[in-house]
């Protein structure tokens, strides 16, 4: 079964400086999709970025960028000029064809002013 | 609507109440799929619809729960006789397709259910 980790239950950064959370995963399959999810306190679940495996390139969305190590079964999040907004737990996610999404535990970012 | 909604948002039963939990997908959406969000964890998927057929219920942890989505729309995730061990919040999901694997889940803002 596919499983996946999130080994930082919590981070810190200042305002306006540069975050990494990071994320390994295990799977035998090499067709998938990894995304990072934001949840805001007693608010919903939203879509920061997704990866498709087969792509080499790594994903960007403004200032929230991936670094996808296939081989190393890797999947960080970079969060660059972080806001005060960017507080929440993030979780990443691996997903097969149309089937469920498996998380991690989650890391919960506290932002610094 | 122009997101998923779910209702009620929060649920207090006493141990041994039946529950009935609503989600209401965006429209059109073919896929749906219901997790369970303990405390502080990441959500754990129950099961998956596509349209009214469901796919996959490998997730529900007994045979006190059940999920229905009889006109391909609205499902409901109904709990049998609740235990403590059933406090959780309730994700509901949905996706436009299920052909494909990289289609955005919509979630809702969740139901949270405490068994007293």
């Known amino acids: 079964a596919q499983t996946v980790t999130q080994s930082q239950p919590e981070m810190s950064v200042q305002e306006a400086e540069t975050v990494t959370l990071s994320c390994t995963y295990d799977t035998s399959e090499s067709d998938y999709y990894l995304f990072w999810y934001k949840q805001p306190p007693s608010r919903q679940m939203i879509l920061v970025i997704r990866?498709?495996?087969?792509?080499?390139q790594n994903a960007t969305e403004n200032r929230f960028s991936v670094n996808f190590q296939k081989a190393a079964k890797s999947f960080s999040l970079k969060i660059s000029d972080s806001q005060l907004g960017d507080a929440a737990m993030y979780f990443c996610?691996?997903?097969?064809?149309?089937?469920?999404?498996?998380f991690g535990q989650g890391t919960r970012l506290t932002i610094n002013p | 609507g122009a997101g998923v909604s779910q209702s009620p948002r929060y649920k207090v039963a006493k141990r041994g109440q039946d529950v009935a939990l609503r989600c209401d997908p965006i429209s059109g959406h073919v896929s749906l799929f219901w997790y369970q969000q303990a405390l502080g964890q990441g959500p754990e998927f129950l099961t998956y619809?596509?349209?009214?057929?469901?796919?996959?219920k490998s997730g529900l942890p007994s045979d006190r729960f059940f999920a229905e989505r009889p006109e391909g729309s609205v499902s409901t995730l109904k709990i049998q006789r609740t235990q403590q061990e059933d406090s959780a919040v309730y994700l509901c999901?949905?996706?436009?397709?299920?052909?494909?694997?990289?289609?955005?889940?919509?979630f809702g803002p969740g139901t949270r259910l405490t068994v007293l």
């Open positions: 999901a949905s996706s436009f397709t299920g052909t494909s694997g990289g289609l955005e889940q919509f």
């Open positions: 990866q498709e495996a087969y792509k080499q």
């Open positions: 619809f596509q349209n009214e057929a469901q796919l996959d």
């Open positions: 996610a691996y997903k097969r064809g149309a089937q469920k999404l498996v």
